[in-house]
């Protein structure tokens, strides 16, 4: 059982424990950084598990704690380390009235670099140096460390025994001497999920070709890791399911980060798996050649800055109405084109402008590219995109610079069906209005739609600019129920794919589909253009957009 309140322990005092930045989703899907809650001057972390009895018992006083502290500007957080799955911390957060946010650390990597072994440990954390303060029980000794810290004299971390349950999770030397072999199971996950940008003349910022180069970047792969910034294009794994989201298991999370944390040890091998990859042509047409090609104009790209968005109209010379069933693109510079939407639009439509109507469905969303995506799209059968007579193609380039100067002319090739097909794939875009306050760091918004007719969505794509910092897609049916299609956790501007749904979502008549959603607009958002503004609708990137697309196609009757 826990040392209590006023119980005897031994207690004594260690150097400053660095902490390293984490992230994680906790139970109901929000998303946590470290380093991202340096408007906090203090958090405290309790180490949850849904069995350990122990751990119930002292809820209660770190509830009186959390009163007293709160209102000081410390924030207090679950963490459960015990493997237990999403809906039984549901469970046992409303069982046990455990009215926290409860961070999952599925892999155990979160625990194991804040060195928790036990439930029912508690960690008070300096977000801004992201430094450990106080170990140990739920104890009036936090409370003397929470006083310390936010009077400016807490130095060393304060350090007590604490009894509970064992999390089973391995130490450091143990994890050395059972490293994972690079070749058998380190350079098969970087092959799976990483080698395709990172590669000589691919997006990535270095190329991962070899044992030296993964060893010498190693500790910037933890971090990316560990944060959840690589892979790209994450969404809450527990909401949904979709062919282009980038999932890594827990499994090759923990053998990633425990062979790094082991060295990074080289094994032996007759030939690196890294080194002679080959990889799809990108530069030829998948389909044969298109019926039609579109070349855009040549954008000249700086070798350093960061770039805006180019938005490109180009005029289409059908005098027909046309069906397109399939989509390429080759990349004119794959290693500074970042990604690519591309829009049919009618003659007159400000493409910008459209981005502030949540009503309009004129424009029809074709497809897009981004860094890894060398397939040829084809849509589903029997569904296409219509291109009305006179219409043209918009398209929406980010590029990212590599130190050298280049050019990008981008093709694009679509393929058409000889005859109409049954259903046209339709974008609408959901928008909600806003005012931004300066500083705030979790400024809400919300956007609404009915369908008045019955539809099947297939893809789903979040569109905020730099204080963007979480989306979420949910469909209200006409009985009432509530289900979530798609959230987005953590929004990055760098990353606005189409998610496209694994299984495509049926929606009856009166639908009311709903966007929800928050930006950060304080100093600690570090993309953040200027935190002193207040933000309303913009084009501009250093403005704000806050659009849900919905791509769809009209159901059978």
Request: aromatic share 10%.
């Amino acid at each position: 059982m826990f040392v209590l309140a006023g119980a005897m322990s031994s207690m004594g005092y260690a150097a400053p424990e660095r902490a390293g930045d984490f992230a994680l989703l906790d139970q109901n899907g929000d998303f946590h950084q470290f380093s991202k809650y340096r408007h906090r001057d203090a958090i405290v972390v309790f180490s949850q598990a849904n069995s350990c009895a122990a751990t119930e018992s002292v809820v209660a006083q770190l509830r009186d704690m959390r009163a007293e502290w709160e209102g000081k500007n410390v924030e207090f957080l679950m963490i459960n380390s015990a493997k237990d799955d999403v809906a039984s911390i549901r469970e046992a957060a409303k069982t046990q009235s455990l009215d926290f946010p409860i961070m999952m650390d599925t892999t155990q990597l979160v625990a194991s670099t804040l060195k928790i072994s036990k439930a029912g440990e508690v960690l008070v954390l300096d977000p801004e140096r992201l430094t450990v303060l106080y170990r140990g029980p739920v104890h009036e000794h936090m409370g003397t460390t929470l006083t310390n810290e936010l009077a400016g004299t807490q130095q060393d971390t304060m350090v007590m025994d604490v009894e509970g349950c064992d999390l089973g999770i391995a130490n450091g030397p143990v994890l050395a001497a059972n490293a994972p072999n690079y070749a058998t199971e380190v350079a098969p996950i970087i092959v799976e999920n990483c080698a395709e940008c990172h590669r000589e003349g691919g997006i990535g910022p270095f190329a991962m070709n070899n044992h030296l180069m993964l060893q010498g970047w190693s500790p910037m792969i933890r971090e990316v890791l560990l944060t959840k910034r690589m892979p790209p294009m994450q969404v809450d794994p527990n909401i949904g399911h979709f062919e282009n989201a980038a999932y890594m298991s827990d499994a090759d999370l923990q053998t990633l980060v425990t062979w790094i944390d082991a060295g990074a040890p080289k094994g032996s091998f007759s030939e690196d798996p890294l080194s002679n990859l080959e990889y799809a042509d990108v530069k030829s047409w998948q389909l044969g050649e298109p019926d039609f090609i579109v070349k855009s104009p040549v954008q000249e790209i700086p070798a350093t800055g960061v770039l805006d968005y180019i938005n490109v109209d180009v005029d289409l010379p059908f005098t027909e109405d046309k069906w397109v069933r399939a989509v390429q693109f080759i990349p004119g510079d794959e290693t500074v084109l970042h990604h690519l939407l591309t829009y049919v639009t009618a003659p007159e439509e400000n493409f910008d402008g459209g981005e502030a109507d949540q009503q309009s469905s004129a424009r029809r969303f074709l497809e897009g590219y981004a860094p890894g995506k060398v397939e040829a799209m084809v849509f589903p059968e029997d569904t296409g995109v219509y291109i009305p007579a006179g219409h043209k193609l918009s398209m929406q380039f980010h590029f990212t610079t590599n130190g050298r100067a280049t050019s990008d002319e981008t093709t694009l090739g679509m393929y058409f069906y000889d005859e109409k097909p049954t259903h046209e794939n339709l974008t609408r875009s959901v928008s909600g209005q806003f005012v931004i306050p300066p500083h705030a760091v979790d400024h809400e918004a919300h956007g609404t739609y009915t369908f008045r007719e019955a539809v099947v969505v297939n893809g789903l794509r979040a569109h905020m600019h730099f204080r963007g910092k979480d989306m979420k897609f949910s469909a209200e049916y006409p009985d009432g129920t509530v289900e979530d299609l798609l959230s987005v956790p953590n929004y990055s501007y760098a990353w606005q794919p189409t998610y496209q749904l694994s299984e495509h979502k049926y929606l009856p008549a009166g639908t009311k589909v709903h966007v929800t959603g928050a930006f950060d607009n304080s100093a600690y958002n570090t993309a953040n253009p200027d935190p002193d503004k207040e933000v309303r609708f913009g084009l501009q990137s250093w403005e704000e957009m806050f659009i849900g697309y919905w791509t769809y196609y009209a159901a059978e009757e």
